[in-house]
């Protein structure tokens, strides 16, 4: 699959005629909403858990050189936290462009912080999508963090504030806190 996923995800038609749309967020979309929303809230989703495995050859790398973001894996018996937006459909273009490269828009349940829980969308990056990098030890995908950057800036300001929106939420993450530790334990050897 192409990594442009604008025209695939402009044909999703599960949510046509709702007046808004309940998005949630795992990655930068936790910490950079810069969407406009009518509601903000914690969420999760089950069955999902976040990986650093997609490529970002627009925002944390380049076509030459890209990044690594996360996607979601599914993973039986997982809960991934992240952050639920209620959007209004105008909202798409924005998204789908911003999540372009090989993020596919899914609907699933979402779970709010209260156990009320409603029917919404997540863009997740398949393994099938060409920007996809796939699975690698937490050190070498720090290290792979540590040297790219692109034109939203260094790969590692996005490890770093997702961490600190993870932390800042009350949410634990293994995989992205073993990221970050490696990171920092190259920043004080280097």
């Known amino acids: 699959m192409t990594a442009n996923t604008i025209a695939i995800n402009q044909?999703?038609?599960?949510?046509?005629?709702?007046?808004?749309?309940?998005?949630?967020?795992?990655?930068?979309?936790?910490?950079?909403?810069?969407?406009?929303?009518?509601?903000?809230?914690?969420?999760?989703?089950s069955g999902w858990t976040r990986r650093f495995w997609q490529g970002s050859h627009d925002h944390r790398?380049?076509?030459?050189?890209?990044?690594r973001v996360v996607?979601?894996?599914?993973?039986?018996?997982?809960i991934c936290h992240g952050m639920a937006y209620l959007i209004t459909p105008e909202v798409f273009a924005h998204l789908d462009h911003r999540e372009k490269n090989g993020y596919l828009r899914l609907a699933t349940a979402i779970t709010f912080a209260d156990?009320?829980?409603?029917?919404?969308?997540?863009?997740?990056a398949m393994p099938d999508n060409a920007a996809?990098?796939?699975?690698?030890?937490?050190?070498?995908?720090?290290?792979?963090?540590?040297?790219?950057?692109?034109?939203?800036?260094?790969n590692a300001d996005y490890l770093n504030l997702l961490a600190h929106a993870l932390r800042d939420m009350g949410?634990?993450?293994?995989?992205?806190?073993?990221?970050?530790?490696?990171l920092a334990d190259f920043s004080k050897a280097g």
């Not at 996607?71 to 997982?78: C, K, M, N, Q, S």
């Not at 996809?132 to 260094?154: D, N, T």
């Not at 949410?171 to 490696?182: G, K, L, M, N, R």
């Open 11 to 45: 044909q999703m038609d599960d949510f046509d005629g709702h007046h808004s749309v309940w998005l949630f967020g795992y990655g930068s979309l936790i910490y950079k909403a810069d969407f406009p929303y009518l509601e903000r809230r914690p969420a999760s989703i």
């Open 71 to 78: 996607t979601l894996i599914e993973h039986a018996g997982a």
């Open 61 to 67: 790398g380049t076509p030459e050189a890209p990044g």
């Open 115 to 124: 156990g009320h829980s409603a029917q919404g969308l997540v863009y997740i």
């Open 132 to 154: 996809y990098l796939g699975a690698a030890s937490e050190q070498e995908i720090a290290r792979h963090i540590a040297g790219s950057a692109g034109p939203s800036g260094p």
């Open 171 to 182: 949410q634990s993450d293994p995989h992205v806190f073993a990221i970050e530790q490696h």
